[in-house]
């Protein structure tokens, strides 16, 4: 059974830079888009971005100037940096699976991170 | 703002039939996927491609589309179909993902 295991510092300050790694456990790593996505406290999901198995990053317009999206496929794991951080990054911060033939289908998800910006 | 336009809040008396809209130019060219997400859980995916749904979802979830309107159904709906609900799609450029506000599914 496919598991993606995140981790990752959970505290940041305003400006710094934000780190998380997504690990897929029990399945192939090609073939498939990797996701992250996040969640504000109380809060709707909203899309980070995209990368595919091959490494070609998608990142939502507003947030692309911060985010870098990369990929480790020798440990099966990729990854997430998000610089200049503020407190409105806070959130739950997730890594998903896109299904490879409906990569909109995000079928399985990692646990979650907790990520407070904070001074 | 989101693309995609979900009622905030829905309630359903235990057993009968609910349906959840989800509303956004995207959805007349860009099949839609549905998640649940329970208090303190990732969220899961019941419906993609605008009806599909993945091994282990039970059939009393369906999905449809008409225009620029998708529903999921609920069908006789249980005391653990409580829960949020977020529809998803490709934005109206077709490149970059996006996610209804969510709806709190009640059940009564």
């Known amino acids: 059974q496919v598991q993606l295991q995140q981790w990752g510092a959970g505290l940041f300050k305003p400006s710094e830079t934000l780190s998380l790694t997504c690990t897929v456990y029990g399945g192939p790593f090609s073939g498939y888009y990797w996701t992250w996505i996040r969640q504000p406290p109380g809060k709707g999901l909203e899309w980070i971005g995209e990368i595919d198995h091959i490494g070609t990053p998608n990142y939502k317009p507003s947030l692309k100037s911060r985010v870098t999206m990369s990929l480790d496929t020798a440990k099966n794991q990729f990854s997430l940096k998000m610089n200049s951080v503020t407190a409105a990054d806070t959130a739950v911060y997730y890594c998903a699976r896109g299904n490879g033939d409906y990569p909109d289908a995000l079928d399985i998800w990692g646990q979650g991170t907790m990520v407070t910006v904070s001074s | 703002s989101s693309e995609l336009t979900q009622d ?73 179909d409580e829960a949020d609900y977020y529809c998803s799609s490709r934005d109206t450029s077709g490149d970059h993902l996006v996610f209804g506000g969510g709806t709190k599914l009640t059940v009564l």
């Open chain 2, 8 to 80: 905030p809040a829905v309630s359903v008396a235990l057993g009968q039939t609910v349906r959840i809209t989800c509303h956004g130019d995207s959805l007349r060219t860009s099949y839609e996927s549905w998640y649940q997400q329970k208090p303190g859980q990732a969220p899961v995916l019941v419906i993609y491609d605008e009806h599909k749904r993945p091994s282990g979802i039970p059939d009393r979830i369906s999905g449809s589309s008409s225009g620029k309107t998708a529903s999921l159904t609920i069908t006789g709906a249980q005391a653990e």
